[in-house]
C-alpha cells in the first residue's frame, strides 16, 4: 500500500477533520497591546493525547498541570497564552493554570480534566486573570482559527510557524497539522518551546506516545537558537480518529506513512523556528554523516549549530571553517582530523583534514545566501544526522538585553 | 606553621626566582603588525612541570606535543605564540611546533624534549615559519620579561593577564606567578586557552599535577565566555626549586599553603579572563551555596554564567531573575522552587521562591555596576561554588563575525 503524503496549501493545525480554534488579544503583555495572545484549540470530539514536556528541574505551572492531565491519554482541548510563562510562579501559578482550564471547560462544555495549558512569556510573573477571564468567554472558534493560534502563541517570533501535510493511502487518508511557536531559549536538550500537533487518523494510545517521541528527537530536539531551554517547552499530539478506519498501531499497514507524515510536519515547523531564532538572518543546516553511531552524529551536528562562533562567523559571512572543526572536535563525537570532509552546499572546502583552495567567489556568494547548508562527513562510520540553527546578529543581544525593562 | 600570601606588586610570570622570559613581533597576524606575537619563558634550571589540556577531540599540534613532552614531568623553557593555533593542520603543524622548539631549545642551549609549545590564534591555518624563524633569535630573555609575555600570548583580549603571589611561612618562603590569555571560547568544561604558572617553590611532581588540577578546577573550570571550547587550551605548572627546602609533597607541612596560594593566582587570572570576554562590559560572579553536592553547585553556577539569556539580560542591567532560577532549573542540580533564595550583591531579591518586592532603584544601581554577584542558596545541602562570566554584548558578535576576512 503506497502512500501520498502532500502538504496542504494554507495548512494549519485546524486542517484535520473536526479540530475548531479561536484567539483574543487578552492584553496579558501591556507592552503587547492589540497583540492576539489567548487561543483555544479543541476537537468536537475526545482524542487520543500524548505530550513531551522540558526537562528542567524547573517546570511551569502549566507543564505541571499538562503532564498530569495526559497521564490516561486523553485530551480534549489545549488553552494557550503569550506574554507570562506562568513559571516559577509557586502555588498560585498552578491555581491559576487551572482556573484558566476550567473556564474554557466550562465555555465548550466538556471536563476540566481535558484541558490542557500551555504559556509562553517572562518567568516569574503571576498571569493577569482578571484580564484572562473576560476574555476567554470573547474566543470564537472556528474550522480556520489555526491560523490565530499560531498568531497567538508568537512572542519574540517575527512569523507564525502553522503547516498540515495530507495522506492518502488507497481510497483512505487522514490529515496532520502543526502550530509551534519559538524563538529564544531553544536548545537540543529539549522539545521545542510550544507545539501542538493535530490529526483525524485514529492512533493507538501507546503508538501515539513512541511515534512523537520519535518524531520530536529528529526535529525539534535538533534545532538550538541559543543554547538555553525553557521550563514552558511543551510539544502535544492531539488525534481525534474522524477520519476514520482501524486504529494506528505500531505493526499497523499504516505506521509507517503516520510516523513519515508526522515527521514532515515537525521539520518542517522545526526549521521555521531555528529560521526565526532571535535576531537570525540565516538557516543553518548541518548534516554529519559517517559518524561512528547516530547519537555521535546528532552530537556533531547540534554541537556546530550550537557553537557561538560558527553562528557569529557565519552572520559575518567569515569563511572560518576551523571553527566548524573545532565544535565536531569537542562533541564527544568521535573524529579524526585527517579524515573529516566538509562541504558547503556542493564546494567542498576540506577534504580529508586538508583546506581545499575552493573558489572564493563561489564561496562567499553561498555564505551570503539565506540558508546556510554545511555537510560534514567524519568517514568513520554509518551514523548521520542533521540539525538546523541560525547565525547569531547583534539583534539577538538587543533583543534579549531588554525583555523585561 | 603560619603562613603569610600576599600579592606581589607588579607580579608575573617571571616573579619567581630564576624564571626568564622575552617577546617580540615576528608579524605572525599580517593584520596585528607590530603586536607582540612570540614569546619564551625559561628556568635558569630544570624544571619539575605538570599540563592540563582541551578536552577536545581535536587537539592543537602544539597541545600534541606538549602533553608527550610533559610525560616525563619536567621542562626548561615553554615557547608561545598568538596569531595563529597551529590547529587542525595535520602532520605539517606537528612538524612546525617541534621546528619552533627546536630553534628556541638551540638558543637557550637546552634538550629540545625540555621545551614546551603552545599557541592561539585562528584554527586550520599553518604557522609561517618564514617569519617565526628569524624571529626567535630575536628574542631577549630578561627578569622582568613576563609582562611582555603576557602581552604576546593576547589575541582579542583587550588587557595583559599577570600576577604573582608571595608566600612567608616563618623565615621560609616562595612565589608564584602566572600569565594567562583567553577572551572568546572559554567554557567551564576546560582549562583556560593558555595559562603559564611558575613558582620557585621546591615540589614533588605527583602533587605538582594533584594540585594544578584542583586549581584549576576551582578556577579555570569555573569560567565561561561563550560556551565554546578550543583545540588549544593548555595550562602549564613549572616549579624549579630556587626558592630552597624540602620538596613539597601531599603530606609537606607547606603544602596547604601552596595549594592556597596557587588557588589564588588561578582564581585571579580566571577572574580577569571572565571579566575580559570578547564584548565584555560587566564580570558576572555566581556563588550558589545550599546544593545536594558540591559537583550539584559546580553545574549551576556554571549553568548560571553560561546562559545567553542571563548574560544579555545583565549586559541590558534587566533584572530578569526568572532566567537565573531557569539556569538552574535546566543545569541538572536538584532545586526546589519554593526553597531558592536569590542575592543581588547584598539585597535578596527572591526568597522562597518568592519575588520581593526590593527597592528598585538600589537594584538597578547594583546592576549597572561594573561587576554583578549573585548568590544563589538553594537551600538543600551543603554544596557549594563560585563561577565567573562576563555579559554578552553585540560587539561580541562584532568581533566574533569578521575573524578572518
Redesign the interface.
Known amino acids: 500500500m503506497k502512500a501520498v503524503i502532500e502538504a496542504v496549501p494554507g495548512g494549519t493545525v485546524t486542517s484535520p477533520e473536526g479540530f475548531f480554534a479561536g484567539a483574543v488579544s487578552a492584553g496579558i503583555n501591556a507592552r503587547a497591546a492589540g497583540k492576539l495572545d489567548l487561543a483555544v484549540l479543541f476537537s468536537e470530539t475526545p482524542c487520543v493525547a500524548a505530550g513531551l514536556f ?6 511551569s505551572a502549566p507543564v505541571q498541570l499538562t503532564k498530569q492531565r495526559l497521564d490516561p491519554g486523553k485530551a480534549g482541548a489545549v488553552v494557550v497564552n503569550s506574554g507570562c ?1 506562568n ?2 510562579t ?1 502555588e498560585h501559578g498552578l491555581v491559576d493554570a487551572a482556573e484558566v482550564a476550567s473556564l474554557v471547560a466550562e465555555g465548550i462544555g466538556i471536563d476540566p480534566e481535558d484541558v490542557l495549558v500551555a504559556s509562553t512569556g ?4 503571576p498571569l493577569p486573570m482578571k484580564r484572562i477571564r473576560p476574555a476567554v468567554e470573547m474566543i470564537i472558534m472556528s474550522r480556520d482559527g489555526g491560523h490565530d493560534l499560531a498568531r497567538a502563541m508568537m512572542t519574540t517570533d517575527t512569523l507564525p510557524k502553522e503547516t498540515a501535510v495530507s495522506v492518502k493511502i488507497g481510497n483512505n487518508g487522514f490529515t496532520i497539522g502543526g502550530a509551534a511557536k519559538g524563538s ?2 531553544i536548545h537540543p ?1 529539549m522539545a521545542t518551546l510550544l507545539c501542538f500537533l493535530t490529526t483525524d487518523a485514529p492512533v493507538e494510545r501507546h503508538f501515539l506516545r513512541e511515534v512523537l517521541k520519535r518524531a520530536v528527537d529528529l526535529s525539534f530536539n535538533m534545532i538550538s537558537v ?6 514552558s517547552d511543551t510539544a502535544l499530539l492531539l488525534a481525534n480518529g474522524l477520519a476514520g478506519g482501524e486504529p494506528i498501531s505500531a505493526d499497523s499497514p499504516r505506521a509507517e506513512a503516520f510516523e513519515r507524515a508526522l515527521e514532515q510536519v515537525c521539520v518542517y515547523l522545526a526549521k521555521l523556528i531555528a529560521a526565526d531564532g532571535e535576531g537570525a538572518t540565516r538557516l543553518i543546516e548541518v548534516k554529519v554523516s559517517g559518524a561512528a553511531t547516530i547519537l555521535e552524529a546528532r552530537k556533531a551536528a547540534r554541537a556546530v549549530v ?4 560558527v553562528k ?2 557565519i ?9 566548524v ?11 579524526d ?2 579524515k573529516i570532509d566538509l562541504y558547503l552546499g556542493d564546494i567542498q572546502v576540506i577534504k580529508e ?3 581545499l583552495k575552493s573558489g572564493k567567489r563561489a564561496v562567499n556568494k553561498l555564505l551570503k545566501g539565506k540558508e546556510i547548508n554545511l555537510r560534514v562527513n567524519l568517514n568513520l562510520g554509518e551514523g548521520s544526522a542533521t540539525a538546523w540553527g541560525c547565525d ?3 539583534e ?10
Open positions: 522540558t526537562t528542567s528541574k524547573l517546570k510563562a513559571a516559577f509557586g517572562v518567568i516569574g510573573v529564544g531559549m536538550d541559543d543554547g538555553d531551554t525553557s521550563p550550537s557553537s557561538a562562533l557569529a562567523a552572520h559575518g559571512a567569515d569563511p572560518n571553517w576551523g571553527r572543526v573545532a565544535a565536531v572536535g569537542r562533541s564527544g563525537a568521535d573524529m582530523e585527517y583534514g586538508r583546506h547569531l546578529s547583534p539577538y543581544v538587543a533583543i534579549n538585553s531588554e525583555y523585561m525593562t
